[in-house]
C-alpha cells in the first residue's frame, strides 16, 4: 500500500509543478513565438473602425464584450458555450499606415498557446474589414 | 514604503500613453486579460486563471489519507489579478512612475477559497519591470 503511496506520489510530482512565479509570469512560455501568433497588422490608420470590427467579429464568434476602451484601444469579451473562454483584443497604430491587433485568450484554466484559435479569429476579423491581415515580425 | 519600492519603477520618458501601452501589451504577454482601463487616470485592472495544483501538498494530502483515513482539501485554481497604475512624475514631468500590483485568489478543491493575498516576492516585480524595460528600451530606476 505504501509503495503504491510512494509510486503515485512520485508520479505527481514528475508531472511537473510550476512555482507561483512561473503561473503568474507564464514564464514557461516562448513569449515571442506567441506574440509572433498573437498578432496581425492591418493597412488602414483607422484605429477606431478596426475596434469596432473587432467587437463585431468577437459578437459573430458568440462573446460578450465585457469592456472596451477606445483611447487605449482594448476589447474583452468571454464566450460561454459548456467552458469559459475569455479574450483581449488591442489595436494599436504601428507607424503610418496600419494598426495592429494583438488577441491573447485563456481556456478555462489556461492560456491558449495555439495558432488556429487565433487564425480562425483573425481570418473573420480580416474578413469583417476586408483588409488583409499581414503577420507582424 | 518598502511595498511601493517593490512595485514602482521610473522611466525616463514624458509618454505615459506610451508606457501604459506597453504595461497592457506586457500583461497580454503574461497571459492576461484586460478587465478594465481608464486612460486618463493610466489605469489597467487585469486578471488569469490557472491552476494551483502544488506537488507537495497533493502528496502530503494523500499520504495524510493513506494513514488516517481523512482528505484534506488541496489547492485546485487560482485567480491572478494586476493592477498597473501610470502616472507622470517630476517637476516639469518628465518622467513616468509605474507601479504594478499583483494579487491572488487561491479556491480548493472542494471549492472554498483557501488563500487570499497580495503577492510580495520580489521576484516577480523584478520579473515584470526587466520585460517591461525590454519592451519600451528604456531603463527602469527604483524610486
Known amino acids: 500500500m505504501l509503495n503504491r503511496i510512494a509510486l503515485f506520489s512520485l508520479v505527481i510530482l514528475f508531472a511537473g509543478c510550476e512555482t507561483t512565479q512561473e503561473r503568474l509570469m507564464d514564464s514557461n512560455e516562448n513569449q515571442m513565438a506567441l506574440r509572433q501568433m498573437q498578432t496581425r497588422s492591418f493597412d488602414t490608420t483607422d484605429r477606431k473602425f478596426v475596434?469596432?470590427?473587432?467587437?463585431?467579429?468577437?459578437?459573430?464568434?458568440?462573446?460578450?464584450?465585457?469592456?472596451?476602451?477606445?483611447?487605449?484601444?482594448?476589447?474583452?469579451?468571454?464566450?460561454?458555450?459548456?467552458?469559459?473562454?475569455?479574450?483581449?483584443?488591442?489595436?494599436?497604430?504601428?507607424?503610418?499606415?496600419?494598426?495592429?491587433?494583438?488577441?491573447?485568450?485563456?481556456?478555462?484554466?489556461?492560456?491558449?498557446?495555439?495558432?488556429?484559435?487565433?487564425?480562425?479569429?483573425?481570418?473573420?476579423?480580416?474578413?469583417?474589414?476586408?483588409?488583409?491581415?499581414h503577420s507582424v515580425e | 514604503m518598502e511595498w511601493r519600492q517593490m512595485q514602482s519603477r521610473k522611466y525616463d520618458t514624458s509618454d505615459q500613453e506610451?508606457?501604459?501601452?506597453?504595461?497592457?501589451?506586457?500583461?497580454?504577454?503574461?497571459?492576461?486579460?484586460?478587465?478594465?482601463?481608464?486612460?486618463?487616470?493610466?489605469?489597467?485592472?487585469?486578471?488569469?486563471?490557472?491552476?494551483?495544483?502544488?506537488?507537495?501538498?497533493?502528496?502530503?494530502?494523500?499520504?495524510?489519507?493513506?494513514?488516517?483515513?481523512?482528505?484534506?482539501?488541496?489547492d485546485h485554481h487560482q485567480l491572478f489579478k494586476a493592477s498597473v497604475v501610470t502616472r507622470a512624475f517630476g517637476e516639469n514631468q518628465e518622467s513616468v512612475v509605474v507601479r504594478v500590483t499583483f494579487q491572488r485568489i487561491v479556491w480548493n478543491d472542494a471549492n472554498q477559497v483557501s488563500k487570499i493575498e497580495r503577492i510580495n516576492d520580489e521576484e516577480m516585480y523584478l520579473e515584470f519591470y526587466s520585460k517591461l524595460s525590454k519592451a519600451i528600451f528604456l531603463e527602469d530606476q527604483q524610486i
Not at chain 1, 468577437?58 to 484601444?73: P, R, W
Open chain 2, 18 to 74: 506610451m508606457i501604459l501601452n506597453a504595461s497592457a501589451a506586457q500583461l497580454q504577454d503574461l497571459g492576461f486579460t484586460i478587465d478594465e482601463t481608464e486612460g486618463e487616470l493610466g489605469l489597467l485592472v487585469a486578471s488569469k486563471e490557472r491552476s494551483a495544483v502544488n506537488a507537495g501538498q497533493v502528496v502530503g494530502s494523500i499520504i495524510l489519507a493513506a494513514l488516517t483515513g481523512a482528505y484534506v482539501p488541496t
Open chain 1, 51 to 133: 475596434l469596432v470590427s473587432v467587437i463585431n467579429t468577437l459578437q459573430d464568434l458568440g462573446f460578450v464584450v465585457e469592456s472596451a476602451d477606445v483611447d487605449l484601444g482594448t476589447v474583452t469579451a468571454t464566450k460561454l458555450d459548456g467552458y469559459a473562454l475569455k479574450m483581449t483584443v488591442t489595436a494599436r497604430t504601428r507607424g503610418e499606415s496600419q494598426v495592429t491587433v494583438r488577441a491573447n485568450a485563456q481556456y478555462g484554466l489556461r492560456a491558449v498557446n495555439e495558432p488556429e484559435p487565433y487564425q480562425n479569429f483573425f481570418a473573420a476579423l480580416s474578413k469583417a474589414m476586408f483588409l488583409e491581415a
